[in-house]
């Protein structure tokens, strides 16, 4: 099978209120899959070739079976590891998780304290996070850190850097906040497409620093496309290591907490999800349901055929295919066209051009959904806060 990692959103029930939370998480789903059902489809996920499991939320630990189900996991010859937003976890309960078999713990922090606490919308929650750190640290577990970017947590990066270094994680994830869920509520948090120019140097710079210092960078699938600092962001072998289109469905699985799955957890459920562990089984939707499927077919002609835009005419489109699939669709309620990418912003300044966008449909409510925004390109002011080196 091509699949190899699972990201399985255990509950929806949650202890924080984000407001940049793309699933909206807060209370449990109605029908969250019963701790048998769970139990085999950790089973089904061994089965399809899933060689790791992630665990999330809401919060992952507040469904009271979760460490059962992180032994099973483990028992079937899985890793695991638990992503959460480190809230009131004990001592105990980190001492529990490293007795089951968890095998890395990755905290989200985002922005420096005053930041943190406005988005997560729990005053203590960034102090939190570094005692969560520290607990499972303690109990000999490996920690990291992921980190949304932001207008507000964006200014912050080499300060956030500098906190987590001193914390000891070994990995950090960053990525930028796209409108899904309350952040399309609260679009004004996010970054417009010409503020990647002063965003993604400053991002470069700390990348290095990070890597000098053994802490391992991931870019989500939404940094960078094809600019100058591509090749720091990629960490690739060679100097020509770039994005090479969306691989949902090729080597991820998203799985809800009722049983849901999609080709990559981020995606919006209303077009995503392939089918349900209730109706059938992991490997039929794996192989057979065409929402999983639709990056198969990335080298043939038509590959390209769902773009649109800016990028339909892109001297890159073969190889990057729209950028995030995820990114994309919640902006437009489709795929294909990117407007979050760096090439794009200094195509666009070396015109004397900036893109801007606002939204134009709301979003239904629901977790994972999106409202519908316009895109439209104006002048740069007459001094633009760009770097274009």
């Known amino acids: 099978m091509r699949t190899a990692y699972a990201v399985w959103e255990l509950t929806l029930k949650c202890n924080l209120a984000c407001v940049h939370c793309g699933s909206r998480a807060g209370e449990a789903r109605h029908d969250e899959l019963t701790t048998a059902e769970a139990l085999d489809l950790v089973g089904q996920l061994a089965a399809v070739g899933i060689r790791e499991v992630t665990l999330i939320g809401g919060e992952a630990f507040l469904r009271p079976d979760w460490i059962e189900i992180v032994g099973e996991i483990v028992r079937r010859g899985m890793t695991c590891s638990l992503t959460t937003g480190g809230y009131g976890i004990s001592a105990k309960t980190a001492q529990r998780a490293r007795d089951a078999g968890l095998q890395q713990v990755v905290v989200s922090i985002d922005g420096l304290e005053t930041t943190h606490d406005r988005l997560r919308g729990k005053t203590g929650s960034w102090r939190q996070c570094f005692e969560t750190l520290a607990r499972f640290r303690d109990v000999g577990l490996p920690v990291c850190a992921n980190t949304q970017l932001n207008r507000l947590s964006a200014p912050e990066i080499p ?26 509520d609260n679009w004004e948090l996010l970054l417009q497409p010409d503020d ?69 957890p981020s995606l919006p459920s209303a077009d995503y999800i392939g089918g349900n562990i209730r109706e059938r089984r992991l490997h039929d939707i794996v192989r057979l349901a065409p929402e999983l499927t639709f990056n198969l077919n990335a080298a043939a002609p038509e590959a390209t055929d769902h773009l649109w835009g800016f990028c339909q005419t892109c001297e890159h489109a073969r190889a990057c295919r729209g950028g995030c699939t995820w990114t994309a669709h919640v902006f437009f309620n489709r795929p294909g066209n990117n ?51």
């Open 159 to 184: 300060e956030v850097f500098s906190m987590l270094k001193r914390s000891g994680i070994g990995a950090w994830q960053v990525q930028l906040t796209v409108p899904m869920g309350n952040a399309a």
């Open 196 to 264: 990647l120019l002063t965003v993604f140097p400053v991002l470069a710079e700390t990348v290095t620093l990070a890597r000098q210092a053994g802490i391992d960078v991931y870019p989500g699938n939404n940094i960078g496309y094809f600019g100058p600092f591509e090749t720091i962001f990629r960490r690739g072998p060679t100097p020509d290591a770039t994005w090479r289109g969306c691989s949902a469905g090729l080597n991820t699985l998203g799985i809800e907490a009722d049983g849901s799955i999609k080709g990559c």
């Open 339 to 389: 407007p979050y990418c760096h090439h794009r912003a200094l195509k666009h300044a070396e015109r004397g051009l900036r893109e801007r966008f606002f939204p134009v449909q709301t979003a239904a409510g629901l977790p994972f959904d999106n409202g519908v925004f316009e895109i439209v390109t104006e002048p740069l002011p007459t001094s633009p806060k760009r770097d274009t080196s």
